[in-house]
């Protein structure tokens, strides 16, 4: 029996000394943004700072195109709308670089709301609600 | 560095006849591991530093500086909560899920805070208004549910005048109408804290005047409930 307690001692210090040594390990995580232009319209998403527009940040999609934004942080990837420099004080949704939709005004169209589809994947789509609202806050529906 | 330049917060480590001193080293990268920085205090080994940081990540890049500072911070951060509570208790904290967000959003207020106030000090000497305007990853302010589970920024959030629901709305994103707690201020309270209420009565104890205690009951247990 003796030579089975030393080895379930062993086995135990073994366990301990694994969860230690990954004890307080910060990984550095890289994940997918995907927007998705599920329009028939060119997107223009306009990242303001400090009421500057940021070329950084700032990104336009295709008609029924998509694109992805790789960030990166400490345990998960960070937002794609932020940086070190800027904050947005507004995100600008401009349809054919004609019809704005400013997404902080009206809240349920801000893109920052990325949905999670996978650990490090997240996906926000521009759909034919946000390009009726567009409209509609410009005017053109009545 | 001295108590003025790290908000008047303890010591991170005091070494003893037992305790030799912390080794913090740097390396390029960890080629085993796919990881930044880590802290293992308990560690005595003559060849391994107890607190690693490390200058490309896993897919091989380079980190900015400013990352591999704010990295540095978080590590000894981990080092200076584990020597302030023990090493059992920093066990269960951060070994259990449920708590883990404690230690880590802790390290990530004080990274937030030290990285700062670093950019501060060389925008005042150099006239920068880059520097004097920097935010480290702009407090974490955009973090929302399910995009980071363990980093978040709740111990930020006691200290900033920063509404995220508000500012950038869902239910996503805490309620945050906690402020003016001070890095020193958390750091004691989170001497005693091993949950979330004992997290909750401390902080209730200590509360700055205008927040009140629903103000913190919403926030703390936005978080706890992740």
């Known amino acids: 029996m003796k030579p089975m307690k030393t080895f379930f001692k062993l086995l135990i210090s073994v366990g301990l000394i694994v969860i230690f040594s990954h004890a307080s390990c910060d990984k550095w995580v890289c994940g997918d943004n995907w927007f998705v232009n599920k329009t028939m319209h060119k997107i223009n998403v306009n990242v303001y700072c400090h009421g500057e527009a940021n070329n950084e940040l700032s990104f336009h999609i295709a008609p029924y195109d998509?694109?992805?934004?790789?960030?990166?942080?400490?345990?998960?990837?960070?937002?794609?709308?932020?940086?070190?420099?800027?904050?947005?004080?507004?995100?600008?949704?401009?349809?054919?670089?004609?019809?704005?939709?400013?997404?902080?005004?009206?809240?349920?169209?801000?893109?920052?709301?990325?949905?999670?589809?996978?650990?490090?994947?997240?996906?926000?789509?521009?759909?034919?609600m946000h390009y009726q609202k567009a409209l509609e806050v410009n005017g053109y529906l009545r | 560095m001295n108590s003025d330049n790290r908000f008047e917060m303890s010591t991170p480590y005091t070494p003893s006849v037992l305790k030799p001193k912390l080794k913090v080293g740097y390396y390029h990268h960890d080629h085993w591991r796919d990881i930044n920085g880590s802290a293992v205090p308990f560690r005595?080994?003559?060849?391994?530093?107890?607190?690693?940081?490390?200058?490309?990540?896993?897919?091989?890049?380079?980190?900015?500086?400013?990352?591999?500072?704010?990295?540095?911070?978080?590590?000894?951060?981990?080092?200076?909560?584990?020597?302030?509570?023990?090493?059992?208790?920093?066990a269960i904290l951060w070994l259990n899920p449920k708590t883990r967000i404690i230690p880590e959003s802790w390290a990530v207020a004080v990274e937030w805070g030290l990285t700062n106030l670093e950019y501060k000090v060389l925008g005042q000497k150099y006239l920068s208004p880059q520097a004097l305007s920097y935010n480290f990853n702009y407090g974490y302010q955009s973090w929302y549910l399910g995009r980071n589970d363990f980093y978040?920024?709740?111990?930020?959030?006691?200290?900033?005048?920063?509404?995220?629901?508000?500012y950038y709305n869902g239910d996503n994103r805490p309620d945050d109408k906690v402020k003016n707690y001070t890095l020193s201020s958390i750091e004691s309270i989170l001497f005693g804290v091993r949950d979330y209420e004992v997290l909750k009565a401390m902080l209730k104890m200590n509360k700055p005047v205008g927040v009140t205690d629903g103000d913190i009951d919403d926030l703390i247990n936005y978080y706890r409930n992740i």
Request: glycine share 8%.
């Open chain 1, 66 to 128: 998509s694109i992805n934004r790789m960030t990166c942080g400490l345990g998960g990837p960070v937002d794609p709308f932020t940086s070190n420099t800027c904050g947005p004080d507004s995100i600008l949704v401009v349809f054919n670089d004609t019809i704005p939709l400013n997404t902080f005004r009206y809240l349920e169209y801000n893109p920052m709301n990325l949905k999670k589809i996978g650990k490090t994947k997240f996906r926000y789509e521009f759909t034919e």
């Open chain 2, 44 to 90: 005595e080994n003559l060849t391994i530093p107890h607190v690693c940081i490390y200058g490309k990540d896993g897919s091989g890049s380079w980190s900015t500086t400013d990352f591999v500072y704010a990295t540095t911070c978080h590590e000894v951060v981990h080092v200076s909560h584990w020597e302030m509570i023990g090493e059992g208790a920093f």
């Open chain 2, 152 to 166: 978040t920024p709740l111990f930020i959030d006691l200290i900033d005048d920063f509404n995220q629901k508000t």
